[in-house]
């Protein structure tokens, strides 16, 4: 089955052929038959596991279309975050199906996070190697918080830290790759994005990977004018645990 009608700018043509194989196109198709969308527009990021590109429904709205790469995945680097997580306690020992557990992983990571009252985008559905989220942004995808700093630092910092208690406590997950190029800047308003190595709690790793979200996102408010340290933002999010 050719992209033919599913994707018309030719420069997304030239990204699939290159990138993509056929099955990915197979699974776009059935997405696009169940109606979560009509279109694959353009690219919106690239990355070494995977391409988010901006799709467009029947009814003329945005949506989010990730797809991960099944040619060059790191397979090491995937199995470090999957290896301990019950959900997938099965995980595949080929290429395509680590892929898939893999995208499913952030579907479910999403819906997780969502359901804790984290703002994340909101996953629609996902097959094989392809997630379709909801669309951050307007004409644009929103920039990351590395792209654009938001203006009001003292209120992502009180944003992070409530996230942070959050996710450990209501979500059971621990987001392991938190910042400034995970956060999305959606006219002032963080979204936390890229969630598929997000780890349960029981993780051998969770607490490794807990500690390193909170100094990676300290030294970030650090740099933009608010002097904190990881110890004190330990200490903030401790605090909002036993407030609750």
């Known amino acids: 089955m050719s992209e033919t009608g599913l994707i018309?700018?030719?420069?997304?043509k030239k990204i699939f052929a290159k990138v993509f194989d056929q099955r990915t196109i197979l699974t776009l198709h059935a997405l696009a038959g169940k109606g979560y969308f009509d279109v694959v527009e353009f690219v919106v990021s690239t990355g070494k596991e995977?391409?988010?590109?901006?799709?467009r429904d029947h009814a003329g709205n945005f949506r989010a279309v990730k797809i991960y790469k099944t040619l060059t995945t790191d397979f090491k680097r995937m199995r470090e975050y999957i290896r301990g997580d019950l959900r997938f306690?099965?995980?595949?020992?080929?290429?395509?199906?680590?892929?898939k557990m893999w995208t499913r992983k952030e579907f479910e990571n999403l819906k997780?996070?969502?359901?804790?009252?984290?703002?994340?985008?909101l996953p629609l559905a996902v097959k094989?190697?392809?997630?379709?989220?909801?669309?951050?942004?307007?004409?644009?995808?929103?920039?990351?918080?590395?792209e654009k700093p938001v203006k009001d630092v003292l209120k992502l910092k009180e944003?992070?830290?409530?996230?942070?208690?959050l996710m450990v406590e209501k979500a059971g997950l621990v987001h392991a790759d938190f910042s400034e190029y995970n956060i999305l800047n959606f006219e002032e308003e963080p979204v936390l994005i890229d969630c598929a190595q997000s780890v349960l709690t029981t993780h051998p790793k969770a607490e490794y990977f807990f500690k390193r979200d909170?100094?990676?996102?300290s030294a970030y408010l650090s740099k933009n004018g608010l002097k904190t340290s990881s110890e004190?933002?330990?200490?903030?999010?401790r605090e909002i645990k036993n407030a609750r």
């Open 89 to 99: 306690r099965n995980a595949g020992k080929n290429r395509h199906e680590l892929v």
């Open 128 to 146: 094989g190697n392809v997630l379709v989220m909801e669309f951050i942004g307007r004409e644009k995808a929103a920039p990351t918080l590395k």
């Open 159 to 165: 944003t992070v830290e409530n996230w942070l208690e």
């Open 50 to 55: 995977a391409h988010v590109f901006r799709a």
């Open 214 to 217: 909170i100094k990676n996102i």
């Open 112 to 121: 997780k996070f969502s359901n804790a009252g984290i703002r994340v985008p």
């Open 8 to 12: 018309r700018d030719e420069s997304t």
């Open 232 to 237: 004190a933002l330990l200490k903030r999010v």
